[in-house]
């Protein structure tokens, strides 16, 4: 076969493949999105009640004060960033991103060891997802087991009662899909919301 | 723990219950028989077929299928690069990217058009939307197309037919398999809660500290999400891939995009077998990758449930491994998924395989280097079944009578291309790059873990590019030239050599004259003979890479029991 009839039906075939597949398919799914899902197809932000968006119920924010529930350690901060010194550009895109330490890794140890430490003297017993990043470093959830380690904590510094504050992390604990996989995960950032409006 | 073990057998459980029936579908798509789908789609190829200049009836030999085959992927290669370095200048680019490098722009474009998705970036900080959808997201068919096409005319080969028109092969992948699933998949990943919106990133104040922000990254997700699995890419969207609540937000997703990455490499085992007429040979074939996959999560599963014993000793309690890990997922889904993921080439990750334990290192290297538990988009099933020719070969030598597979004499060209595209290509790719940047450490390594784990690190690399499957230990400095360059270079060779010596072997195998079968034949379709390609297999492709694996993680897991420090 001419060289000119192979490369024609090679072009020809890749362009007509590329409308399919890479222009009709992703905008006709991101119109019905828009259309049948629009909270889920727009990052699942949450609003108070304003009308402001507080943030995503899927993604993780920092919380280190005793005021609140605290988030798993993260390497980004949860892509949060200072807008007035935002010199990493982290506010332009948003990141992701994991420590990548190997478990024979010194430095590993080293952190957890001081990770360890700090939580013990805020009076929370460490729990492993406490002490290890996560792997988007936006993880959402912490384990049951993470959040009752923090009530009496969160109870004093906001003088409410320790049950109040177990009724708040069932409410906001995403079971195992089917209760078969996956593991459960309270969600940090809808279970201080809810203790901001437990407070208000 | 046991909830554990229940989540990661009924999951696989799904995986062989919906074999059969895929695989059958598969098989009528490409023996052209009548599917459900042929009221809609038919006019639809005939349309894609015309406009192609394609005619559909023009049969190709193995060199005609293989030019083809290169010459239809060049273009695709060439086109998403200039996507790439233009995008500065295209629309759906809310964030302002500019151009990437030439050589990271080549290295994104050759690991994408392999099936790799090898990523030395960042989604989000690296390619526009447009990019994303229209250059990664297209390959992601067209790759994973090339290869269910090449299986195809592979196993059409080996059953003594015609290969078949690689273009027709190509379009009916994505129009029969590939488009349809994808459309109800992405519909169903949205529902869950997977972004689609060509929106910019949310800025929004954090509910601590107000003065702090927090920008949320998002975009057209869930309709390129399903095709990274399904056709077995695994290139993320985002930086983080899998393991970004936007990308995989729950069990149910997880389960979804689990199953999608092992469904066709799994089923065109059965596909084989309605080819061959001959299912029961298909189930034994079916039961070699079958077990390796359950060992290597048994091994992978019980390390990271055990966790790290220093980290133990700190916490005061037996904990699982955790870093690098999503609490939704802990350490049974995150195990699972990284043994899929590793087996099947496809190389998405919900959890950071560098972070893993060394069993966890040994088991997704292994995976790797055998390239046959279950295996990449098609080319996994057609590696099998070069392994199964090399058994017949090996066990014909054993009892002194012609080796012949499926009544076809194997001779000196069909051993040489076998054992040249196992045996060779896939070690010197891997090897050979693994030494040449491990004699600089400091120039062009970029190791980011003292030690052992550094060498896994590097040999990681290189493996992950020459199986094509594109996960990573990810801490590895590699966005560098020497990287992108030589990483290519494994890409290229790991793809484009085996696949052109599979279609010239399927080519020669279509040519022989069937040999009828006697009392004498060596049968293909029995345990004892499985048991033997089992231990072909294993001797073959496991031993040329022992060393490597002694002196990365089986050395790290020796270490970690001495006590860190």
Same mark, same amino acid.
């Given at each position: 076969m001419s060289f000119a009839r192979e490369a024609s039906r090679a072009i020809r075939s890749t362009l007509v493949l590329w409308v399919i597949t890479a222009l009709i398919y992703p905008l006709v799914m991101v119109a019905f999105g828009q259309i049948a899902f629009p909270f889920q197809a727009n990052g699942s932000i949450l609003t108070n009640a304003q009308g402001q968006p507080v943030g995503s119920g899927l993604i993780g924010q920092p919380f280190t004060s005793d005021r609140y529930f605290n988030s798993r350690p993260s390497t980004t901060s949860y892509s949060t960033a200072?807008?007035?010194?935002?010199?990493?550009?982290?506010?332009?895109?948003?990141?992701?991103?994991?420590?990548?330490?190997?478990?024979?890794?010194?430095?590993?140890?080293?952190?957890?060891?001081?990770t360890t430490v700090q939580l013990q003297q805020a009076g929370i017993q460490p729990t492993a997802d406490l002490v290890y990043t996560s792997g988007s470093s936006l993880d959402p959830h912490i384990t049951p087991e993470a959040a009752r380690a923090q009530i009496a904590r969160v109870a004093r510094a906001r003088g409410l009662e320790p049950n109040q504050l177990e009724d708040l992390i069932n409410q906001n604990t995403a079971g195992r899909f089917l209760s078969i996989f996956g593991e459960p995960g309270v969600n940090v950032l809808r279970l201080n919301l809810a203790l901001d409006a437990l407070n208000s | 723990m046991l909830q554990g073990w229940i989540q990661i057998a009924l999951t696989l459980l799904i995986v062989v219950v919906i074999t059969p029936f895929f695989g059958r579908y598969m098989a009528r798509v490409f023996l052209g028989q009548r599917t459900f789908l042929d009221s809609v789609l038919h006019p639809l190829d005939q349309v894609i077929l015309s406009l192609s200049g394609v005619r559909i009836q023009e049969g190709m030999t193995g060199w005609q299928y293989a030019r083809a085959m290169l010459y239809s992927n060049l273009t695709m290669l060439v086109f998403i690069y200039l996507i790439f370095m233009l995008q500065?200048?295209?629309?759906?680019? !809310?964030? #302002?990217?500019?151009? !990437?490098? &030439?050589? +990271?722009? *080549?290295?994104?474009?050759?690991?994408?058009?392999?099936?790799?998705?090898?990523?030395?970036? %960042?989604?989000?900080?690296?390619?526009?939307?447009?990019?994303?959808?229209?250059? *990664?997201?297209?390959?992601?068919?067209?790759?994973?197309?090339?290869?269910?096409?090449?299986?195809?005319?592979? /196993?059409?080969?080996?059953?003594?037919?015609? +290969?078949?028109?690689?273009?027709?092969?190509?379009?009916?992948?994505?129009?029969?398999?590939?488009?349809?699933?994808?459309?109800?998949?992405?519909?169903?990943?949205?529902?869950?809660?997977i972004p689609e919106t060509l929106a910019g990133p949310a800025i929004i104040p954090t509910l601590e500290n107000p003065g702090i922000s927090q920008a949320i990254a998002r975009g057209p997700v869930a309709h390129y999400e399903i095709i990274k699995e399904l056709g077995e890419n695994g290139g993320g969207f985002f930086g983080i891939n899998s393991a970004h609540p936007f990308e995989n937000p729950n069990g149910f997703t997880n389960l979804i995009e689990l199953v999608a990455i092992l469904s066709i490499p799994t089923s065109?085992? @059965?596909?084989?077998?309605?080819?061959?007429?001959?299912?029961?040979?298909? &189930?034994?074939?079916?039961?070699?990758?079958?077990? /390796?996959?359950?060992?290597?999560?048994?091994?992978?599963?019980?390390?990271?449930?055990?966790?790290?014993?220093?980290?133990?000793? +700190?916490?005061?309690?037996?904990?699982?491994?955790?870093?690098?890990?999503?609490?939704?997922?802990? &350490?049974?889904?995150?195990?699972?998924?990284?043994?899929?993921?590793?087996?099947?080439?496809?190389?998405?990750?919900? %959890?950071?395989?560098?972070?893993?334990?060394?069993?966890?290192?040994?088991?997704?290297?292994?995976?790797?280097? *055998?390239? @046959?538990?279950?295996?990449?988009?098609?080319? #996994?099933?057609?590696?099998?079944?070069?392994?199964? @020719?090399?058994?017949?070969?090996v066990t014909g030598l054993m009892v002194g009578r012609t080796p012949e597979f499926l009544g076809r004499k194997i001779e000196k060209r069909e051993v040489v291309l076998a054992s040249f595209l196992i045996l060779l290509v896939h070690p010197i790719a891997i090897l050979i790059p693994s030494a040449m940047t491990l004699a600089f450490p400091e120039q062009l390594a970029g190791i980011s873990n003292p030690g052992f784990h550094g060498l896994s690190q590097?040999?990681?690399?290189?493996?992950?590019?020459?199986?094509?499957?594109?996960? #990573?230990?990810?801490?590895?400095?590699?966005?560098?030239?020497? &990287?992108? +360059?030589?990483?290519?270079?494994s890409l290229l060779a790991g793809r484009y050599i085996p696949i052109v010596s599979l279609l010239l072997l399927a080519d020669s195998m279509s040519r022989k004259q069937p040999v009828p079968a006697t009392a004498g034949t060596l049968r293909t379709d029995t345990g004892l003979f499985t048991g033997v390609t089992a231990g072909v297999i294993l001797i073959l492709g496991a031993l040329t890479f022992f060393p490597v694996l002694a002196l990365g993680p089986v050395a790290e897991a020796f270490q970690i029991l001495k006590g860190i420090g």
């Open positions: 200072d807008p007035a010194n935002d010199e990493a550009s982290v506010l332009k895109t948003g990141i992701s991103g994991a420590s990548n330490l190997a478990p024979s890794n010194p430095d590993l140890l080293q952190r957890i060891q001081e | 500065g200048g295209l629309p759906f680019n !809310p964030t #302002g990217l500019t151009a !990437p490098s &030439w050589d +990271l722009a *080549l290295h994104t474009a050759i690991s994408f058009v392999t099936n790799t998705n090898q990523q030395h970036y %960042s989604g989000e900080t690296t390619y526009s939307y447009f990019s994303q959808f229209a250059a *990664l997201g297209f390959m992601m068919f067209t790759s994973a197309a090339t290869g269910i096409a090449v299986a195809i005319a592979f /196993i059409r080969g080996l059953t003594g037919r015609p +290969l078949g028109n690689f273009y027709v092969d190509l379009i009916q992948s994505i129009t029969r398999i590939l488009l349809p699933i994808s459309i109800v998949g992405a519909i169903v990943l949205m529902a869950a809660g065109l085992i @059965i596909t084989y077998g309605i080819f061959a007429n001959n299912l029961k040979q298909a &189930w034994l074939v079916y039961s070699i990758p079958f077990a /390796i996959l359950v060992i290597f999560i048994i091994i992978t599963a019980i390390g990271e449930y055990q966790g790290n014993s220093a980290v133990n000793a +700190l916490l005061g309690s037996e904990a699982p491994n955790l870093e690098g890990k999503e609490v939704r997922f802990g &350490w049974a889904q995150s195990a699972l998924f990284a043994v899929f993921t590793t087996a099947s080439m496809c190389g998405a990750v919900n %959890s950071l395989h560098d972070s893993f334990m060394p069993t966890g290192g040994f088991v997704t290297l292994s995976n790797m280097f *055998l390239q @046959i538990v279950f295996g990449g988009q098609g080319t #996994g099933t057609a590696y099998l079944f070069a392994y199964l @020719i090399l058994a017949v070969f590097v040999i990681y690399e290189y493996a992950s590019a020459a199986a094509n499957n594109g996960s #990573g230990f990810e801490g590895l400095g590699d966005a560098t030239l020497w &990287w992108n +360059l030589s990483t290519s270079f």
